[in-house]
């Protein structure tokens, strides 16, 4: 529970706009094209965009081998799951409603926090964690009906996010002596691989060549998702509380959810603008700053 610096919150804002956007640009990514070649393609492309920024910060890539297992264990929660699990969740259903599931990850990371690692949360991050369950809850009060008849999208998206929020818990907790943006950059090369086997066993019978939308969408995720957005998200899970850096991205399901229905045409209801809401306050609980 800390104030951000001034550089942690236009990290901030960057991220929200980049990952808020892409959820549409996802969905329509993916609407005629497989799902897990999409991201495997975004990955591959993403790695090299990442690897410039990192020579031009002059950040080295070398991880000690003593700390290999370590990178694997966390890119299997904060990558492989999240991304195999929520890209075929996106195909099943609308990108606001996948996006909004998959941001309960805030919930399911203070839980996981105050009962798993004996996180003391103050009362007000109790009220951030209750605000925005019950944004989730109102975003989906339209969608049981639809959401009953896509359970494996349902299921999808929940998984992806608690495994997210477990390992966002275990790298705010990694003591690996490397910058934060070698361990990005290795846990994307990792995913892009992992990403790649599956598209070959799963969905090689699916192959074709991209067109203009599914390029458009690809090539957003490489640079400013795999480029920017993840190497951002985990330096701030490294550089600030768990509950500052869960709660603090909760615009990002409400900006997904507006961006689909003005980009795709799907439906608002008046849930929508209460949620938005009390979005609002899950943030506002978290990075409002203490009276000294």
């Known amino acids: 529970m800390q104030k951000l610096s001034p550089t942690q919150l236009w ?10 956007l892409n959820w549409p640009v996802m969905k329509a990514g993916v609407q005629d ?3 897990l070649t999409f991201r495997a393609l975004s990955m591959w492309l993403g790695v090299p965009v990442l690897a410039l920024g990192l020579k031009m ?23 492989f799951i999240w991304h195999g699990c929520i890209i075929i969740a996106i195909k099943l259903l609308s990108s ?29 991050a109790w009220l951030g964690v209750g605000a925005a369950a019950l944004g989730v809850l109102l975003l989906l009060a339209h969608e049981f009906v639809h959401l009953a008849g ?23 907790r990694t003591a690996m002596p490397v910058p934060t943006l070698a361990i990005s ?45 993840h190497a951002t998200w ?18 990002i399901p409400v900006l997904g959810l507006f961006s689909g229905a003005w980009a795709l045409g799907e439906v608002l209801y008046w849930q929508d603008w209460a949620a938005t809401a009390l979005m609002v306050v899950a943030i506002g609980s978290v990075l409002w700053p203490k009276r000294a």
Not at 199 to 223: D, H, M
């Open 33 to 35: 094209y497989p799902p």
């Open 57 to 79: 910060l002059k950040v080295p890539f070398a991880i000690p081998r003593a700390h290999w297992r370590e990178l694997l264990v966390l890119a299997l929660f904060n990558m």
């Open 96 to 124: 606001g409603r996948a996006a909004v599931l998959g941001y309960t990850m805030p919930i399911f990371s203070a839980m996981i926090g105050a009962w798993v690692f004996r996180d003391r949360l103050p009362p007000r």
């Open 234 to 251: 985990f330096y701030l899970a490294r550089s600030l509380p768990p509950m500052a850096s869960t709660l603090s991205v909760m615009m």
């Open 11 to 20: 990290l901030l804002i960057g991220l929200t706009l980049a990952w808020g």
């Open 185 to 229: 950059f290795w846990m994307t090369c990792l995913a892009a691989l992992v990403m790649g086997l599956l598209s070959v066993v799963f969905e090689s019978s699916q192959w074709k060549l991209p067109g203009r939308v599914t390029w458009f969408s690809i090539g957003y995720n490489a640079v400013l998702i795999f480029g920017f957005a």
């Open 150 to 172: 896509k359970p494996l999208g349902v299921i999808l998206a929940l998984v992806a996010a608690s495994t997210w929020a477990l390992g966002t818990q275990m790298l705010r």
